[in-house]
């Protein structure tokens, strides 16, 4: 079921899309000195839900793929769409979510127009198969991730689901769990490789894991940006548990140490994981191009092209799905006594060896005279 390890990518944390417009320079790197249109474009992505940017090394291209769950205008979809003057196809379309055929299948259907060629939009329904689904079509699923307390610097992620709700989309599936850490924190591979361990904590295995690994470092020595790890989440048996209640899977992380602060106390941040069942698609099943499906989201390049991903919907409690931890540091004005305490430290140590090492020899040439006297 596994393929390839995901890409490099960098995760930060953002209150909203204030950063990442400053960051793309749209309006006044982008866009031209006039162009009235591209700067409208540009305030739209402040209210956009997400943005997906790509960008082709080879080719020297950005593409922005922005989503919006609700008209930023109260009157509703209200724009003017122009091709501005450009050379290329200009294709506008409104489609709606049609029933499906088939339960894995995406259907729109709707209107499409080409700006320029067209006089009156196109009526089409189209359909293909979708690799992404939302549990939430087949049930209620929804799942809670919180830190058990207190959490130490060896904190524990529970990921808590309704027992009721855990039932696979089909019997080929199996739930999975894909984590995003900061460099703040780090999964210990060699802890998460014992069945006896995983069993204790409801998992099952520890598929793939790629970043920052290293056990020993402390945050200020780790260059990228942190790491990733997908864990497969074992799943009551039929019969084993009541249908009732509550079902937990525990995933166990580790704290770096991190740089000294004034208070004495540092914040760091994850982002609740990504729960979904990973299902091979029926024999026979062409999964062709989806243009509307999100790619490279780090765990969907793990999986064969076949794999199709049904996923478990949070039950946020906040407006944001983020996690913060109050990590223990090193005061600042306490720092300035380490070096010099270290270094009386050692000084002692070493004092006290040569000490101890002096009395052995002072001991064992009173030894060797007191017998050179018994033998005379």
Not at 164 to 181: D, R
Not at 196 to 203: I, Q, R, T, V
Request: hydrophobic residues 40%; charged residues 20%; neutral net charge.
């Amino acid at each position: 079921m596994l393929s390839r390890r995901p890409p490099d990518k960098f995760h930060p944390s953002f209150g909203n899309l204030r950063p990442v417009h400053y960051l793309l320079g749209i309006s006044n790197k982008i866009c031209p000195p006039v162009g009235d249109e591209c700067t409208t474009f540009a305030s739209k992505l402040l209210s956009a839900g997400y943005i997906d940017i790509d960008f082709d090394t080879i080719s020297q291209a950005l593409v922005l793929n922005v989503f919006h769950q609700k008209s930023a205008d109260p009157e509703g979809w209200t724009d003017q769409i122009t091709n501005g003057g450009t050379t290329g196809k200009f294709e506008v379309g409104v489609l709606a979510n049609e029933p499906p055929t088939e339960p894995e299948e995406l259907k729109l259907g709707g209107f499409l127009a080409v700006l320029g060629e067209d006089d009156k939009p196109t009526p089409t329904l189209f359909s293909f198969p979708a690799r992404h689904h939302s549990v939430s079509k087949l049930s209620i699923s929804s799942y809670l991730a919180s830190f058990l307390f207190p959490t130490g610097l060896h904190p524990t992620l529970r990921l808590t689901f309704p027992t009721a709700e855990l039932e696979p989309p089909s019997e080929n599936c199996a739930l999975h769990s894909y984590l995003t850490l900061a460099s703040t924190l780090f999964p210990d591979k060699y802890q998460l490789s014992s069945p006896l361990f995983l069993a204790s904590k409801n998992l099952r295995s520890l598929r793939s894991v790629a970043g920052e690994t290293d056990l020993e470092a402390p945050d200020w020595a780790i260059e990228k940006w942190g790491s990733a790890m997908l864990v497969e989440l074992a799943t009551p048996q039929a019969g084993s548990s009541p249908k009732q209640g509550s079902w937990h899977a525990d995933i166990p992380l580790h704290l770096r140490y991190l740089s000294p602060s004034v208070s004495g106390v540092a914040a760091t941040e994850i982002p609740w994981p990504v729960v979904f069942w990973a299902c091979r698609a029926e024999k026979g099943t062409k999964m062709s191009v989806n243009p509307f499906d999100r790619v490279n989201l780090g765990y969907d390049g793990l999986f064969g092209p076949k794999t199709m991903f049904y996923h478990l919907s949070p039950n946020n409690r906040s407006a944001t799905l983020v996690e913060t931890l109050s990590v223990p540091v090193l005061q600042t004005y306490r720092a300035s006594w380490i070096k010099p305490g270290t270094v009386a430290v050692v000084l002692l140590g070493f004092c006290w060896v040569l000490w101890k090492l002096l009395l052995l020899a002072l001991g064992q040439s009173k030894t060797k005279l007191y017998h050179g006297k018994k033998t005379q």
